[in-house]
């Protein structure tokens, strides 16, 4: 589902928008992992509050309507979907940086750091070919608890810098949901090439 051709296209956007002026200074790294998990954050929220999007919405927001923007607001932005899919974007977004950076994953000194971009998707290949050992709360997400159990590890993938598995498990539970993860991740990206630079923040 996720490749490095779709990451360095969400970075080339970004990009243009302004969000790796910067990206030099110390903590970078640390503050993309920050963004990544507050998606996360959302995501549960919304999830506790029922704010979902219908499935049938998902025909009727035409990214080529000149009504787009305004559908999307009242009825994608800011639901469940939405932040899982806001997740995977700030996901593949790092992972395109670094592999325009030539980067490794070394300012983070924990389990697993070192990687190249090539490297945590070759990984999320085999992963995704094989889902073996597949956490419970993430494969059969039932139980009140359930859902908020498998944000937790996602979030915990985000923390040991093992994105691979942060992008597969976000894939999985989608799956389980009945989430059309990839038809939002479109919508997204169309949405937010209508924003303003920062999307109106100071970074």
């Known amino acids: 589902m996720f490749t490095l051709e779709q990451a360095n296209e969400i970075y080339k956007g970004n990009s243009s928008r302004g969000f790796y002026a910067g990206s030099e200074k110390p903590y970078f790294e640390k503050h993309q992992r920050l963004e990544m998990n507050k998606e996360l954050a959302e995501a549960s929220e919304a999830h506790k509050k029922g704010l979902f999007t219908p499935r049938h919405i998902l025909t009727l927001v035409e990214i080529e309507s000149p009504n787009f923007v305004q559908n999307f607001k009242e009825e994608i932005k800011d ?38 971009a090539e490297q945590i998707f070759e990984n999320y290949e085999s992963l995704r070919n094989h889902r073996i050992g597949i956490p419970k709360e993430v494969e059969k997400p039932k139980g009140k608890y359930a859902v908020s159990a498998a944000i937790f590890t996602i979030m915990e993938s985000v923390q040991d810098n093992q994105l691979e598995y942060g992008l597969l498990y976000a894939e999985i539970l989608s799956e389980q949901l009945g989430i059309n993860l990839a038809k939002h991740i479109e919508l997204k990206l169309a949405f937010n090439a209508t924003r303003a630079r920062l999307h109106g923040k100071k970074y």
Not at 97 to 103: F, G, I, S, T, V
């Open 79 to 116: 639901t469940f979907e939405d932040e899982i899919a806001d997740f995977c974007i700030r996901v593949l977004d790092y992972l395109g940086w670094l592999k325009a950076q030539e980067k490794t994953t070394t300012e983070l000194p924990t389990r697993g750091s070192g990687k190249t």
